[in-house]
Protein backbone atom coordinates (compact mmCIF):
# COMPACT_ATOMS: atom_id res chain seq x y z
CA UNK A 1 0.00 0.00 0.00
CA UNK A 2 1.56 3.49 -0.87
CA UNK A 3 2.73 5.62 1.81
CA UNK A 4 -0.14 8.41 2.28
CA UNK A 5 1.63 10.55 4.74
CA UNK A 6 3.77 13.47 4.49
CA UNK A 7 6.50 13.67 7.57
CA UNK A 8 8.48 16.77 7.20
CA UNK A 9 11.67 15.98 8.58
CA UNK A 10 11.75 19.04 11.40
CA UNK A 11 11.79 19.22 15.26
CA UNK A 12 8.44 20.01 16.52
CA UNK A 13 7.67 21.79 20.02
CA UNK A 14 4.91 21.31 22.29
CA UNK A 15 3.03 24.25 21.01
CA UNK A 16 2.77 22.97 17.01
CA UNK A 17 0.22 20.19 18.53
CA UNK A 18 -2.03 22.45 19.88
CA UNK A 19 -5.47 23.98 18.18
CA UNK A 20 -5.94 27.36 19.53
CA UNK A 21 -9.16 26.18 21.07
CA UNK A 22 -8.62 26.84 24.86
CA UNK A 23 -10.00 23.66 26.90
CA UNK A 24 -13.17 23.85 28.23
CA UNK A 25 -12.64 21.12 30.91
CA UNK A 26 -13.56 22.35 34.82
CA UNK A 27 -10.39 24.11 36.39
CA UNK A 28 -8.56 21.18 38.07
CA UNK A 29 -9.97 18.34 35.42
CA UNK A 30 -7.31 15.49 35.23
CA UNK A 31 -7.80 15.29 31.65
CA UNK A 32 -5.42 18.99 31.30
CA UNK A 33 -2.73 16.44 32.72
CA UNK A 34 -3.67 13.82 29.60
CA UNK A 35 -3.66 16.70 26.86
CA UNK A 36 -0.29 17.74 27.98
CA UNK A 37 0.95 13.71 27.82
CA UNK A 38 -0.24 13.48 24.18
CA UNK A 39 1.30 16.82 23.20
CA UNK A 40 4.55 15.51 24.78
CA UNK A 41 4.27 12.07 23.32
CA UNK A 42 3.87 13.58 19.57
CA UNK A 43 7.13 15.55 20.57
CA UNK A 44 8.81 13.10 21.41
CA UNK A 45 8.32 10.66 18.48
CA UNK A 46 8.79 13.66 16.02
CA UNK A 47 5.56 13.36 13.99
CA UNK A 48 3.80 15.87 12.11
CA UNK A 49 0.74 16.95 12.85
CA UNK A 50 -0.46 16.07 10.07
CA UNK A 51 0.45 12.18 10.20
CA UNK A 52 -1.61 11.45 13.49
CA UNK A 53 -5.21 11.21 13.97
CA UNK A 54 -6.86 11.64 17.73
CA UNK A 55 -9.66 9.95 17.52
CA UNK A 56 -12.19 9.68 20.36
CA UNK A 57 -15.84 8.91 20.99
CA UNK A 58 -18.55 11.35 22.88
CA UNK A 59 -17.59 12.35 26.85
CA UNK A 60 -15.40 15.33 28.24
CA UNK A 61 -12.39 13.59 28.10
CA UNK A 62 -13.55 12.31 24.08
CA UNK A 63 -13.34 16.56 23.05
CA UNK A 64 -9.29 16.24 23.51
CA UNK A 65 -8.95 15.94 20.15
CA UNK A 66 -10.49 19.27 19.45
CA UNK A 67 -7.61 20.80 21.38
CA UNK A 68 -4.68 19.51 18.86
CA UNK A 69 -3.71 20.36 15.42
CA UNK A 70 -3.56 17.00 14.32
CA UNK A 71 -6.46 15.66 12.49
CA UNK A 72 -9.15 14.27 14.41
CA UNK A 73 -12.06 12.35 14.25
CA UNK A 74 -15.22 13.34 17.60
CA UNK A 75 -16.88 10.36 16.83
CA UNK A 76 -20.14 8.85 18.08
CA UNK A 77 -20.63 7.35 21.54
CA UNK A 78 -18.29 4.01 21.76
CA UNK A 79 -17.64 3.89 18.84
CA UNK A 80 -13.67 4.93 19.01
CA UNK A 81 -12.50 1.84 17.98
CA UNK A 82 -14.73 1.02 14.64
CA UNK A 83 -13.24 4.63 13.34
CA UNK A 84 -9.78 4.23 14.26
CA UNK A 85 -9.97 0.74 12.62
CA UNK A 86 -11.44 1.90 9.26
CA UNK A 87 -8.91 4.59 9.47
CA UNK A 88 -5.71 2.03 10.12
CA UNK A 89 -7.77 0.25 6.98
CA UNK A 90 -7.93 2.93 4.69
CA UNK A 91 -4.03 4.20 5.59
CA UNK A 92 -2.01 1.93 7.80
CA UNK A 93 1.10 4.44 7.94
CA UNK A 94 -1.16 6.75 9.89
CA UNK A 95 -0.63 7.55 13.65
CA UNK A 96 -3.15 6.81 15.07
CA UNK A 97 -3.71 7.71 18.86
CA UNK A 98 -7.34 6.80 20.52
CA UNK A 99 -8.80 8.36 22.96
CA UNK A 100 -12.08 8.94 25.57
CA UNK A 101 -13.45 7.99 28.96
CA UNK A 102 -14.04 4.85 30.67
CA UNK A 103 -17.76 5.43 29.61
CA UNK A 104 -16.85 5.49 26.37
CA UNK A 105 -14.85 2.43 26.33
CA UNK A 106 -16.25 0.02 28.89
CA UNK A 107 -20.15 0.75 28.62
CA UNK A 108 -20.91 1.85 25.32
CA UNK A 109 -17.86 0.97 23.65
CA UNK A 110 -17.11 -2.25 25.60
CA UNK A 111 -18.23 -4.90 22.68
CA UNK A 112 -16.30 -2.88 20.34
CA UNK A 113 -13.08 -2.58 23.01
CA UNK A 114 -13.10 -6.70 23.45
CA UNK A 115 -12.92 -6.88 19.57
CA UNK A 116 -9.99 -4.32 19.05
CA UNK A 117 -8.13 -6.09 21.92
CA UNK A 118 -8.26 -9.54 20.03
CA UNK A 119 -7.59 -8.28 16.82
CA UNK A 120 -4.88 -6.88 18.18
CA UNK A 121 -5.41 -3.48 16.48
CA UNK A 122 -2.24 -1.40 15.66
CA UNK A 123 -3.70 1.67 17.99
CA UNK A 124 -2.44 3.23 21.30
CA UNK A 125 -5.84 3.92 23.27
CA UNK A 126 -5.63 6.19 26.24
CA UNK A 127 -8.63 6.07 28.51
CA UNK A 128 -9.17 8.79 30.85
CA UNK A 129 -10.53 7.25 33.62
CA UNK A 130 -12.83 9.21 36.18
CA UNK A 131 -15.33 6.63 37.44
CA UNK A 132 -18.09 8.81 36.40
CA UNK A 133 -20.06 10.21 34.01
CA UNK A 134 -18.58 13.57 33.38
CA UNK A 135 -20.60 15.22 30.71
CA UNK A 136 -23.85 13.86 31.39
CA UNK A 137 -22.95 15.13 35.33
CA UNK A 138 -22.00 12.29 37.03
CA UNK A 139 -23.57 9.09 36.54
CA UNK A 140 -21.93 5.44 37.79
CA UNK A 141 -19.77 4.28 35.18
CA UNK A 142 -18.21 0.64 34.94
CA UNK A 143 -14.96 1.62 36.64
CA UNK A 144 -16.85 3.13 39.98
CA UNK A 145 -16.35 1.24 43.13
CA UNK A 146 -19.04 -0.77 44.88
CA UNK A 147 -21.02 2.17 46.99
CA UNK A 148 -20.38 4.89 44.91
CA UNK A 149 -23.45 7.31 45.72
CA UNK A 150 -24.16 9.70 42.36
CA UNK A 151 -27.75 11.35 42.01
CA UNK A 152 -28.65 8.29 40.12
CA UNK A 153 -27.63 5.80 42.64
CA UNK A 154 -28.49 7.71 45.84
CA UNK A 155 -28.26 4.18 48.02
CA UNK A 156 -24.66 3.61 46.57
CA UNK A 157 -24.18 1.28 43.11
CA UNK A 158 -24.17 -2.55 43.95
CA UNK A 159 -21.90 -3.16 40.48
CA UNK A 160 -18.83 -4.18 40.79
CA UNK A 161 -16.78 -2.08 38.95
CA UNK A 162 -14.57 -3.63 35.71
CA UNK A 163 -10.91 -4.35 36.20
CA UNK A 164 -10.18 -2.64 32.68
CA UNK A 165 -6.85 -4.31 32.74
CA UNK A 166 -7.50 -7.61 33.42
CA UNK A 167 -10.53 -7.16 30.47
CA UNK A 168 -7.88 -6.14 27.64
CA UNK A 169 -5.88 -9.10 28.92
CA UNK A 170 -8.38 -11.74 28.88
CA UNK A 171 -9.31 -10.10 25.73
CA UNK A 172 -6.00 -10.17 24.11
CA UNK A 173 -4.27 -6.89 24.47
CA UNK A 174 -0.70 -6.82 23.85
CA UNK A 175 0.26 -3.93 25.95
CA UNK A 176 -1.55 -3.10 29.14
CA UNK A 177 -0.50 -0.39 31.21
CA UNK A 178 -1.85 2.28 34.02
CA UNK A 179 -1.16 5.90 34.36
CA UNK A 180 -2.04 8.36 36.41
CA UNK A 181 -2.76 11.81 35.13
CA UNK A 182 -0.93 13.49 37.78
CA UNK A 183 1.84 12.26 36.30
CA UNK A 184 2.04 13.55 33.12
CA UNK A 185 5.72 12.69 31.99
CA UNK A 186 5.42 9.22 33.18
CA UNK A 187 2.51 9.06 31.47
CA UNK A 188 3.77 10.59 28.30
CA UNK A 189 6.43 8.32 28.11
CA UNK A 190 3.85 5.22 28.35
CA UNK A 191 1.87 6.62 25.37
CA UNK A 192 5.76 6.75 23.27
CA UNK A 193 5.63 3.45 24.36
CA UNK A 194 2.34 2.22 23.65
CA UNK A 195 2.68 3.92 20.34
CA UNK A 196 6.18 2.03 19.22
CA UNK A 197 4.52 -1.49 20.50
CA UNK A 198 3.23 -2.86 17.74
CA UNK A 199 -0.56 -3.73 18.41
CA UNK A 200 -3.27 -3.14 20.94
CA UNK A 201 -1.66 -1.38 23.33
CA UNK A 202 -3.95 0.47 26.27
CA UNK A 203 -3.23 2.99 28.62
CA UNK A 204 -6.22 3.12 31.99
CA UNK A 205 -5.64 6.35 32.92
CA UNK A 206 -6.67 7.51 36.80
CA UNK A 207 -7.79 11.11 35.56
CA UNK A 208 -9.98 12.61 38.54
CA UNK A 209 -13.27 14.45 37.80
CA UNK A 210 -12.92 17.11 40.97
CA UNK A 211 -16.66 18.10 39.57
CA UNK A 212 -18.73 14.89 40.12
CA UNK A 213 -16.32 12.36 42.09
CA UNK A 214 -15.55 13.51 45.46
CA UNK A 215 -13.86 10.06 46.52
CA UNK A 216 -11.17 9.24 43.26
CA UNK A 217 -9.74 12.65 43.51
CA UNK A 218 -5.75 13.13 43.09
CA UNK A 219 -4.87 12.70 46.47
CA UNK A 220 -6.84 9.51 46.65
CA UNK A 221 -4.70 8.40 43.47
CA UNK A 222 -1.53 9.91 44.89
CA UNK A 223 -1.84 7.62 48.73
CA UNK A 224 -3.26 4.74 46.59
CA UNK A 225 -1.09 4.44 43.75
CA UNK A 226 2.58 3.35 43.07
CA UNK A 227 5.29 2.26 40.40
CA UNK A 228 5.77 -1.34 39.50
CA UNK A 229 8.33 -3.03 41.47
CA UNK A 230 11.48 -2.72 39.50
CA UNK A 231 12.01 -6.43 39.22
CA UNK A 232 8.38 -6.61 38.00
CA UNK A 233 8.09 -8.65 34.92
CA UNK A 234 5.45 -7.77 32.28
CA UNK A 235 5.80 -10.81 29.24
CA UNK A 236 4.94 -13.12 33.00
CA UNK A 237 0.93 -13.13 32.18
CA UNK A 238 0.09 -14.63 35.58
CA UNK A 239 2.09 -12.15 37.60
CA UNK A 240 0.79 -8.75 35.45
CA UNK A 241 -2.69 -10.44 36.15
CA UNK A 242 -2.09 -10.74 39.83
CA UNK A 243 -0.64 -7.18 39.77
CA UNK A 244 -3.81 -5.66 38.00
CA UNK A 245 -5.81 -7.33 40.37
CA UNK A 246 -3.81 -5.50 43.38
CA UNK A 247 -6.23 -2.62 45.20
CA UNK A 248 -3.63 -1.89 47.45
CA UNK A 249 -1.39 -0.31 46.29
CA UNK A 250 -2.70 -0.10 42.65
CA UNK A 251 0.09 -0.32 40.15
CA UNK A 252 1.21 2.51 37.29
CA UNK A 253 3.48 1.37 34.64
CA UNK A 254 3.46 -1.74 31.67
CA UNK A 255 1.63 -4.53 33.69
CA UNK A 256 1.96 -6.30 30.71
CA UNK A 257 3.43 -6.67 27.02
CA UNK A 258 3.59 -9.14 24.43
CA UNK A 259 5.59 -8.76 21.38
CA UNK A 260 6.33 -10.02 18.43
CA UNK A 261 2.20 -11.16 17.35
CA UNK A 262 0.64 -10.17 14.29
CA UNK A 263 -1.47 -6.82 14.12
CA UNK A 264 -4.62 -6.65 12.51
CA UNK A 265 -2.72 -4.01 9.96
CA UNK A 266 -0.55 -7.60 8.98
CA UNK A 267 -3.83 -9.55 7.97
CA UNK A 268 -4.93 -6.18 5.66
CA UNK A 269 -2.10 -5.92 3.97
CA UNK A 270 -1.82 -9.39 3.04
CA UNK A 271 -5.63 -9.64 2.08
CA UNK A 272 -4.84 -6.47 -0.19
CA UNK A 273 -1.82 -8.86 -2.01
CA UNK A 274 -4.53 -10.98 -2.16
CA UNK A 275 -6.93 -8.75 -4.08
CA UNK A 276 -3.65 -7.75 -6.55
CA UNK A 277 -3.05 -11.05 -6.90
CA UNK A 278 -6.32 -11.94 -8.45
CA UNK A 279 -4.78 -11.91 -11.81
CA UNK A 280 -7.70 -14.39 -13.15
CA UNK A 281 -10.44 -11.90 -12.35
CA UNK A 282 -12.43 -14.28 -10.61
CA UNK A 283 -12.92 -11.02 -8.34
CA UNK A 284 -14.04 -8.31 -10.68
CA UNK A 285 -16.27 -10.75 -12.79
CA UNK A 286 -18.24 -11.68 -9.49
CA UNK A 287 -18.11 -7.67 -8.48
CA UNK A 288 -19.31 -7.04 -12.18
CA UNK A 289 -22.99 -9.52 -11.44
CA UNK A 290 -23.68 -6.50 -9.07
CA UNK A 291 -23.39 -3.90 -11.21
C1 LIG B 1 -25.77 6.79 22.16
C2 LIG B 1 -25.57 7.71 23.32
N1 LIG B 1 -25.94 7.33 24.55
C3 LIG B 1 -25.75 8.14 25.60
C4 LIG B 1 -25.19 9.37 25.42
C5 LIG B 1 -25.04 10.28 26.61
N2 LIG B 1 -23.66 10.37 27.06
C6 LIG B 1 -22.81 11.30 26.58
S1 LIG B 1 -21.29 11.19 27.25
C7 LIG B 1 -21.76 9.88 28.22
C8 LIG B 1 -20.82 9.22 29.20
C9 LIG B 1 -19.59 10.00 29.45
O1 LIG B 1 -18.74 9.32 30.33
P1 LIG B 1 -17.28 8.93 29.91
O2 LIG B 1 -17.24 8.25 28.61
O3 LIG B 1 -16.67 8.19 31.05
O4 LIG B 1 -16.56 10.34 29.68
P2 LIG B 1 -16.34 11.59 30.65
O5 LIG B 1 -17.42 12.59 30.31
O6 LIG B 1 -16.42 11.14 32.07
O7 LIG B 1 -15.00 12.09 30.28
C10 LIG B 1 -23.09 9.53 28.00
C11 LIG B 1 -23.79 8.44 28.69
C12 LIG B 1 -24.81 9.75 24.12
N3 LIG B 1 -24.21 10.93 23.86
N4 LIG B 1 -24.99 8.91 23.09
Not at 62 to 67: E, G, M, V
Request: charged share 20%; hydrophobic share 35%.
Amino acid sequence: MPDQTVTVDVEHSVEDYKSGVKPTWCPGCGDFGVLNAVYNSMRAKGYAPQDVVLVSGIGCSSRLPFFSSTYGFHTVHGRTMPIATGIKVANPNLKVLALGGDGDAFAIGGGHFIHAARRNLDVCYVIMDNAIYGLTKGQTSPTSMVGFVTKTTPKGTPDRPVNPLQLAMASGATFVARAFSGKPKELADLIVQGIDHKGFAIIDTYSPCPTFNKVNTFKYYRDQAMELPKDHNPTDVMQAWARAQSTDPVYLGVLYRAEGEDSFEDHIVSAHSGVEADADGVIDSILERYS
